[in-house]
């Protein structure tokens, strides 16, 4: 008996060190998972898809051909058309970097002229002036962090090339892989597992299909209003806007601050009408791609939901943002499955 016991726990012990070598492992090589991690999403996000072929006799195969066809035609339309465009914009935006900051600059300075107009405490303008600076250093950052994202995009296309071959065989072996999966599991935690997995699988079913398709919708709306205004940074300032959304509840005013002060630099016409543009375009999100398209939510209050997003934004930046809200959506559910074991037992 003593044995047994012993034997269960070394093989918990041995088990441990193996998963945390291969963490270890996956740390340590993070630099090259950045495909496999975009095969996984596309792989996720094209599976239903799959699954509706097969249910009309199409074999697995020929539903993943049809659907990288389909791929192809959106892909060709972004690289001759989109592409081109956004490249042209991003080199025009560079090359106007300098009479833009000069904006900038005169526009800071004539604050400053009419803020020191002003008869204010002095504890009270130390106050001031440490606010005002800290808010001026961010959008310096969240601007250069704007541009160095849109280049790492453009630069990233090794991995948007490698992506859609790794995404095939997620797609053709995904029920071998749960399974192999599953069978690595000891078998009294199995069932359980799986279980949480189902509920963890509805969770990022919610919000990777729906955010994505949403925030796509937008950013596409949002591109053509600004070109109808006359925007010369309608693809670019369209892509940013679909990316923002990603991030509920502050997405749209995060993507929308980059637009109105981009178009504010070119003419303060372009800016109302910006305003406008975007408005209308969150109103759409907000009474017709939303409630149809999100047609279910993570189960979390909203107050859950803006402590995740600002949580997720303290520990990881950008990503915590993203992902703040499906993390804590998931530990939710294993607390709650923990929470329930334990009040069992």
Not at 30 to 53: C, S
Request: avoid cysteine.
């Amino acid at each position: 008996m003593e044995s047994a016991q012993l034997f269960k726990k070394w093989r918990v012990a041995v088990a441990i060190i193996l998963l945390a070598g291969a963490l270890f492992f996956l740390y340590e090589v993070r630099e090259i998972l950045t495909p496999f991690f975009l095969a996984a999403l596309i792989a996720y996000l094209l599976k239903p898809m799959m699954l509706e072929l097969e249910k009309k006799k199409i074999k697995r195969s020929l539903a993943i051909l049809y659907l990288y066809l389909l791929l192809l035609g959106i892909v060709s339309l972004l690289f001759f058309f989109i592409l081109p465009q956004l490249l042209r914009e991003l080199n025009k935006f560079i090359d106007k970097l300098p009479v833009f900051t000069t904006e900038i600059e005169n526009l800071v300075h004539d604050f400053y002229k009419r803020y020191n107009q002003v008869v204010i405490p002095p504890g009270i303008r130390s106050l001031l002036d440490e606010t005002i600076k800290n808010v001026s250093t961010t959008f310096q950052q969240l601007a250069r962090n704007a541009v160095e994202t849109m280049i790492n995009l453009v630069t990233g296309i090794a991995s948007f090339l490698l992506a859609p071959i790794l995404a095939y065989y997620f797609l053709r072996d995904s029920e071998h892989i749960g399974r192999t999966a599953s069978n690595l599991l000891p078998i009294q935690i199995k069932e359980d597992v799986l279980g949480i997995w189902k509920e963890i699988d509805e969770v990022f079913t919610n919000f990777i299909r729906g955010h994505v398709l949403v925030s796509i919708i937008v950013g596409f709306f949002s591109g053509v209003g600004l070109a109808i205004v006359g925007s010369s940074y309608a693809v670019i300032l369209g892509v940013i806007v679909g990316l923002a959304d990603l991030i509920p509840y502050f997405g749209p005013i995060i993507g929308a601050v980059p637009v109105v002060a981009l178009s504010l630099l070119e003419s303060k016409q372009l800016a109302i009408y910006s305003i406008i543009v975007m408005v209308i375009v969150q109103q759409i999100e907000s009474f017709f791609l939303s409630p149809f398209i999100m047609s279910e939510r993570v189960g979390l209050h909203p107050l859950m939901v803006v402590f995740a997003i600002l949580a997720g934004g303290e520990l990881w930046g950008v990503l915590g943002l993203l992902l703040g809200v499906p993390i804590i959506a998931i530990g939710r559910i294993i607390i709650k499955f923990i929470w329930a074991r334990l009040v069992s037992s």
